[in-house]
């Protein structure tokens, strides 16, 4: 019978999430809406089929740890190290407020003092799943906002383990006087520490070894099964051995397996299944939403939502700008924290089995959850028209240190000489040599402070800052430059940046990189001079490649080359819907 319900319970669960993330998909919301959607038609507050909900938390589960390993093999140390001054601070800050805030609410609606201090702390946290989602769905993941974001969400997650071995000795049958409370602080301190030192110290040996022998097999099954045991594994250990959350062991063990060289076949191989179990997350969520909440509770839950949606945006955007990161990362940063999830669930089940949060509470707490989760993606969305709005009345700042300041450009050093050149990645770093060669010094406008950090000590011209605001682009000498250069394929606000340029100098050359063919008329139309399609450059290098395999004349591959461009030409103009036609035969 349970086997049944195990099935009936994935089976439906994923039906449902299916459809309505299919719908929400056609309707350009994100996907996450019709999971949460899906969840509450297969909950038991709605008629028809009825998923298990325990099994369908297990489930779920299952997708948060691997959702965190594969978070964790793409995020390293040194990226946790480069946001602390920002993602420390500001997720002590944040918490702070929220937890007053709590406690004021509960005061207010008669919760209690201590019930108000769980309602605090849970908001306080967001999910990191959601975030990660977010993230990667609006391509910021991987990106400075990316790194700030993930970074303060795992300063928030060590903190709230911390709470969650504090709650007890205050509130439990043995929270006697203060000597309780230093014991426990002390032994959670000495347990993350201890895990940590293992992952780094043991960790960073076993698990490669293991991978190295799985890899010698040649299997892939027993490869993706050492993948596996070793996220699920060190997840149940990290829980019943430091009582920490599975989650952040399995994070923790990403971050020890991205560090090695199977990094890549780990995340390729391994963890394909990984979406489909963190969709069950969100159905699990949607599952425990109970509409009678909304009208036994209504202002209670809009305080929570004030709390959740207002006082941790604004708190997160001041620490974030005040830190001097510039105003699209801080709105960015501010909206991603502007939800909470699973640790939430998790401080309101500690809160209750000591008896402190009660079910008003907790129904409250689920249906802020379940809000927050829906308007986020939404919220994201807002985030360049906010930004524009904000820069209207926030300074920009171009640096987040002193050393790296706006100075270091001097316009009547360099005269008329002199490319902007946004983004230095592989192209952006091919480009600024190929000007240099040819006596145009190139000035550098990156995100990655790292990079300029870099950049600067080599002598290059290098600004820390972003391109979009025109605070950035006057520093760095535009008004005087020849020609303006974007190599990055998916920067945000690609084509607001090309009018702002043109804006402030007429007569420049501007060069743009895109993506997808679809995307040249509208850089052009913005006013680039030249733009290049890296799908359009990647079909002409791979038809030369065939054409030359297949023997053609030098003749025949130019007479294809200028067919193949010319029908670009005309998808790039709107004039055809189609695709290249076939490269004509050269075998007879």
């Known amino acids: 019978m349970h086997d049944v319900d195990l099935i009936a319970t994935l089976t439906g669960g994923l039906a449902a999430a299916l459809a309505f993330g299919f719908i929400t998909f056609k309707l350009r919301l994100s996907p996450i809406v019709g999971y949460l959607l899906a969840g509450i038609v297969v909950g038991p507050t709605t008629p028809g089929f009825t998923a298990d909900q325990q099994i369908a938390g297990q489930l779920a589960e299952i997708g948060v740890i691997l959702l965190m390993f594969g978070v964790g093999l793409q995020f390293h140390i040194k990226e946790l190290l480069s946001v602390?001054?920002?993602?420390?601070?500001?997720?002590?800050?944040?918490?702070?407020?929220?937890?007053?805030?709590?406690?004021?609410?509960?005061?207010?609606?008669?919760?209690?003092?201590?019930?108000?201090?769980?309602?605090?702390?849970?908001?306080?946290?967001?999910?990191t799943v959601v975030l990660v989602r977010v993230l990667a769905d609006n391509g910021d993941l991987h990106t400075q906002i990316g790194h700030i974001a993930v970074g303060w969400s795992v300063v928030d997650d060590l903190f709230m383990v911390l709470v969650l071995v504090l709650l007890p000795a205050f509130f439990g049958p043995e929270s006697a006087?203060?000597?309780?409370?230093?014991?426990?602080?002390?032994?959670?301190?000495?347990e993350v520490g201890v895990m940590i030192a293992l992952m780094v110290v043991v960790g960073e040996r076993v698990i490669p070894w293991l991978l190295d022998k799985a890899a010698a097999t040649r299997s892939r099954e027993l490869f993706t099964l050492t993948v596996l045991v070793v996220a699920l594994g060190i997840a149940v250990l990290a829980a019943k051995l430091f009582d920490v959350s599975?989650?952040?062991?399995?994070?923790?063990?990403?971050?020890?397996?991205?560090?090695?060289?199977?990094?890549?076949?780990?995340?390729?191989?391994?963890?394909?299944?990984?979406?489909?179990?963190?969709?069950?997350?969100?159905?699990?969520?949607?599952?425990?939403?109970?509409?009678?909440?909304?009208?036994?509770?209504?202002?209670?839950?809009?305080?929570?939502?004030?709390?959740?949606?207002?006082?941790?945006?604004?708190?997160?955007?001041?620490?974030?700008?005040?830190?001097?990161?510039?105003?699209?990362t801080s709105v960015a940063v501010a909206i991603a924290h502007a939800?909470?999830?699973?640790?939430?669930?998790?401080l309101?089940?500690?809160?209750?089995?000591?008896?402190?949060?009660?079910?008003?509470?907790?129904?409250?707490?689920?249906?802020?959850?379940?809000?927050?989760?829906?308007?986020?993606?939404?919220?994201?969305?807002?985030v360049g028209p906010i930004e524009r709005v904000l820069a209207r009345f926030v300074h920009v700042p171009t640096s987040v240190e002193g050393s790296i300041a706006p100075e270091c450009v001097d316009p009547?050093?360099?005269?008329?000489?002199?490319?902007?050149?946004?983004?230095?990645?592989?192209?952006?770093?091919?480009?600024?040599?190929?000007?240099?060669?040819?006596?145009?010094?190139?000035?550098?406008?990156?995100?990655?402070?790292?990079?300029?950090?870099?950049?600067?000590?080599?002598?290059?011209?290098?600004?820390?800052?972003?391109?979009?605001?025109?605070?950035?682009?006057?520093?760095a000498g535009l008004d005087k430059a020849v020609s303006f250069v974007l190599s990055s394929s998916n920067m945000h606000g690609g084509k607001e940046?090309?009018?702002?340029?043109?804006?402030?100098?007429?007569?420049?050359?501007?060069?743009?990189?895109a993506t997808y063919l679809r995307e040249v008329a509208e850089l052009r139309a913005a006013g680039a001079d030249s733009v290049f399609s890296g799908e359009g450059e990647v079909a002409l290098a791979m038809t030369e490649f065939l054409l030359d395999q297949l023997g053609a004349t030098p003749d025949q591959i130019d007479r294809e080359r200028a067919r193949v461009r010319a029908e670009f030409s005309a998808i790039t103009r709107g004039g055809v819907d189609k695709t290249p036609t076939q490269a004509e035969s050269v075998v007879k």
């Open 84 to 127: 602390r001054k920002v993602a420390v601070p500001g997720a002590l800050i944040q918490t702070l407020i929220a937890t007053t805030l709590g406690v004021a609410i509960g005061v207010a609606w008669g919760l209690g003092w201590s019930a108000g201090l769980v309602l605090g702390m849970a908001v306080s946290v967001a999910s």
């Open 177 to 190: 006087g203060a000597g309780s409370v230093l014991k426990s602080v002390a032994l959670a301190v000495a």
């Open 246 to 328: 599975m989650a952040l062991g399995a994070f923790l063990a990403g971050m020890v397996v991205g560090r090695s060289q199977f990094s890549l076949r780990a995340a390729t191989e391994a963890l394909p299944m990984r979406d489909a179990f963190a969709v069950l997350f969100f159905v699990s969520v949607g599952m425990l939403f109970h509409p009678r909440a909304l009208l036994e509770s209504p202002g209670l839950i809009v305080a929570t939502l004030g709390v959740i949606l207002i006082a941790k945006s604004v708190s997160a955007f001041i620490a974030v700008h005040w830190s001097g990161y510039p105003t699209r």
């Open 339 to 346: 939800q909470i999830g699973e640790f939430s669930f998790i």
């Open 348 to 382: 309101a089940s500690a809160g209750k089995s000591l008896g402190i949060f009660d079910d008003k509470a907790t129904n409250v707490l689920i249906a802020a959850s379940i809000i927050t989760i829906t308007l986020n993606p939404v919220l994201y969305l807002l």
């Open 412 to 475: 009547e050093e360099m005269g008329r000489h002199r490319a902007i050149v946004v983004g230095y990645g592989p192209v952006g770093q091919t480009l600024a040599r190929l000007l240099r060669d040819n006596q145009i010094d190139p000035v550098i406008i990156e995100l990655n402070m790292d990079t300029v950090r870099r950049l600067r000590s080599e002598g290059v011209r290098a600004l820390y800052g972003d391109a979009m605001h025109h605070e950035v682009l006057n520093h």
């Open 497 to 513: 940046t090309i009018r702002l340029a043109r804006e402030i100098n007429p007569d420049l050359f501007i060069l743009a990189r």
